[in-house]
């Protein structure tokens, strides 16, 4: 018998509503789909996730939204347009902890994953954009962060920074826009962040 569908919120970015992909290949959505192949259903109730959003936005703009939701499970990525905005990285901190402080008050921490942010200066245009080597050394630095600030709290983590670099000498995985993440990189994405999922879903909150 398949149990209820957990109803899940996805946090973010351009990278989580999938700029430049169609919609059945945004990763929330084929994470949802792997997950119920597996028997570990999740309903997307909402992608909150806005294009260019830092994680100041996030914490004013999609947080808020959760309890009306009825969020069972939540994904949080969110750090590269803090980066290109020059948003301190003592902020970033700051404002990563406050939106875990809330999602903490909302939801077990076994129902909360976070997801480490992509390197886009591999890709064609963000090789052309700013300076890629002092953008690229902000994301590594943002991630540790989140790294540190996640498992400090003992909530899940999945890298996927590695994953990213690959885009430099595999055009398949940069979608048509020449900077996102194609439907093809976000599937190698989920291929790390369902079975962490899975393993959080089998454990009662």
């Known amino acids: 018998m398949r149990s209820e569908p957990v109803?899940?919120?996805?946090?973010?970015?351009?990278?989580?509503?999938?700029?430049?992909?169609?919609?059945?290949?945004?990763?929330?959505?084929?994470?949802?789909?792997?997950?119920?192949?597996?028997?570990?259903?999740l309903q997307l109730a909402a992608n909150l996730a806005v294009n260019g959003f830092t994680s100041g936005d996030v914490l004013a703009v999609e947080v808020p939204r959760?309890?009306?939701?009825?969020?069972?499970?939540?994904?949080?990525?969110?750090?590269?347009?803090?980066?290109?905005?020059?948003?301190?990285?003592?902020?970033?901190?700051?404002?990563?902890?406050?939106?875990?402080?809330?999602?903490?008050?909302?939801?077990?921490?076994?129902?909360?994953?976070?997801?480490?942010?992509?390197?886009?200066?591999?890709?064609?245009?963000?090789?052309?954009?700013?300076?890629?080597?002092?953008?690229?050394?902000?994301?590594?630095?943002?991630?540790?962060?989140l790294e540190e600030t996640a498992r400090g709290r003992g909530v899940a983590l999945v890298d996927i920074f590695d994953v990213s670099t690959r885009a430099a000498s595999e055009r398949s995985l940069v979608a048509d826009d020449g900077l996102h993440p194609s439907g093809a990189q976000y599937a190698l994405w989920v291929d790390r962040i369902a079975p962490v999922v899975e393993r959080l879903l089998a454990v009662r909150p």
């Open 7 to 41: 109803r899940y919120v996805a946090l973010g970015d351009s990278y989580t509503i999938g700029t430049s992909v169609a919609a059945s290949e945004r990763w929330p959505i084929q994470l949802v789909e792997r997950l119920g192949g597996a028997g570990r259903p």
């Open 66 to 145: 959760l309890v009306d939701l009825r969020t069972g499970f939540v994904t949080l990525l969110v750090g590269v347009n803090d980066v290109v905005q020059g948003v301190p990285e003592a902020t970033y901190r700051a404002n990563l902890e406050l939106i875990l402080d809330a999602l903490e008050r909302s939801l077990p921490i076994g129902r909360i994953v976070t997801v480490t942010t992509p390197d886009y200066t591999v890709t064609p245009a963000g090789a052309d954009y700013g300076e890629p080597d002092a953008r690229r050394a902000g994301i590594v630095r943002l991630n540790a962060i």
